[in-house]
């Protein structure tokens, strides 16, 4: 059974900074990729994220230079690192796994950012 349990969302201020994580239960981490997400009110989910198993990443090109994406596979987590966040990053984040035939979602964490 995988579980993907994010944390680290919350209230910011522009121009701010969060990282989130994403604890994930699976017993062969290290080989997987994941994907970070968000979703805001009334929007579709987009990918925001993306880092694979060697440690290659791809970013929206809304967050370029903005985000971060890194994994630490001794503690089996995916970070987020967002720095000078804007009103419109403010989204449900949620972290994804895709292990072919099945699709794994975290429940997500809000982030808002305030103007």
């Known amino acids: 059974q995988v579980q993907l349990v994010e944390s680290g969302g919350g209230l910011v201020q522009a121009g701010g900074s969060l990282r989130l994580s994403c604890a994930a239960s699976?017993?062969?981490?290290?080989?997987?990729?994941f994907g970070w997400y968000r979703q805001a009110p009334g929007k579709q989910r987009e990918l925001v994220a993306f880092?694979?198993?060697?440690?290659?990443?791809n970013y929206a090109d809304s967050v370029k230079g903005r985000f971060t994406v890194s994994r630490d596979n001794a503690k089996n987590t995916v970070y987020l690192q967002m720095n000078s966040l804007k009103p419109e990053d403010t989204a449900v984040y949620y972290c994804?796994?895709?292990?072919?035939?099945?699709?794994?979602w975290g429940q997500g964490t809000q982030v808002t950012v305030s103007s």
């Open positions: 994804n796994l895709k292990r072919f035939p099945l699709d794994y």
């Open positions: 699976v017993s062969t981490f290290s080989i997987l990729a």
């Open positions: 880092i694979n198993s060697r440690g290659s990443t």
